[in-house]
């Protein structure tokens, strides 16, 4: 009895032992752990090498916004022709408008490098004007025109050429300008030389009557070669006209103006009595655009900005 009981004890406890070493072995399997909470990340990275990281730009928001966000953005806007076209006889209007004008005569267009946004864009082009024989013609509207007591203003990034000293008397650069008998109505932006003095920018209003026939402003223009000049000309409605070249301004007050009712607006040449073109600018003219409002000096500030790096 003794020696069955001890071969029939280890029989029975060999399955119990056998269970608790399966239980033991496969415990790691199904042992619950806590969640893992993640980690938040270092606030302050370390910096990566320069020469893989771009440089961060620099300057006012307008200054590193693209020229013709700014420009459309302003809130006034009515008429913006970039002049940026390469090819084809259609300048497109960006503005609200959409006025498109047409490049006629001696035009040529498409010359990498040639325009007025070339700090930022190496490829802008800009159209070039023989001097001769070429302009844009932009189909009247009046919405352009308005009336006497409505602000306005104009700009364009002008680089005219050859010796300053040897320039025509007058080379148009933005002309909305008519004969209405023979009182003259509209505004126009010159650049104009007198034989033997320094060439100036001039921004004329016409006020429909026959004294005085234009209010005029003026200032000599920088002959440094080859180089973009920024012009703008406001009007208040109220009598105050503005001129600004490269953002800075001269000022006249007391003016009166009344506008062009009927004849398109021209860009690189202005129009004779019998409508045809005439005082042809020689060079290039880019970013042109029309604004029902006086702009400010800071908003002026910031179109010029925006065409540099």
Not at 130 to 151: C, I, K, M, Y
Not at 208 to 227: F, I, K, M, R
Not at 231 to 239: E, K, N, R
């Amino acid at each position: 009895m003794t020696a069955w009981l001890v071969l029939l004890v280890p029989a029975l406890l060999l399955p119990i032992v056998l269970l608790f070493a399966f239980v033991g072995c496969s415990g790691e399997q199904f042992v619950a752990t806590e969640p893992t909470t993640p980690q938040p990340q270092d606030p302050s990275p370390q910096p990566q090498d320069p020469r893989l990281t771009p440089p961060r730009p620099t300057g006012p928001p307008s200054a590193r916004a693209p020229y013709g966000d700014v420009i459309t953005r302003t809130l006034t806007l009515a008429a913006y022709w970039p002049l940026s076209e390469r090819a084809g006889a259609t300048a497109r209007d960006l503005g609200p408008l959409g006025l498109p004008g047409t490049y006629t005569g001696g035009v040529q267009l498409g010359i990498l490098g040639s325009g007025a946004l070339v700090l930022r864009d190496p490829d802008d082009t800009a159209p070039h004007f023989d001097g001769t024989s070429a302009w844009v013609e932009v189909l009247f509207n009046g919405q352009l025109n308005r009336d006497a007591t409505f602000p306005f203003s104009f700009e364009a990034w002008v680089k005219p050429e050859g010796d300053p000293f040897a320039w025509k008397a007058e080379q148009a650069v933005v002309s909305s300008h008519e004969l209405v008998g023979n009182r003259e109505h509209g505004f126009e932006l010159s650049v104009v030389h007198t034989s033997g003095t320094q060439p100036a920018i001039r921004g004329r209003v016409f006020t429909g009557l026959a004294n005085p026939a234009y209010h005029d402003l003026s200032h000599p223009l920088p002959t440094a070669p080859d180089t973009w000049r920024f012009l703008v000309l406001t009007y208040d409605g109220a009598g105050t006209l503005t001129l600004y070249i490269d953002s800075v301004d001269q000022t006249a007050t007391g003016v009166s103006f009344q506008p062009n009712a009927g004849q398109s607006l021209r860009i690189g040449a202005d129009r004779q009595p019998g409508a045809d073109p005439t005082a042809y600018f020689a060079g290039h003219i880019a970013q042109v655009a029309l604004y029902q409002s006086a702009l400010s000096q800071q908003d002026v500030n910031n179109h010029f900005a925006a065409a540099r790096p």
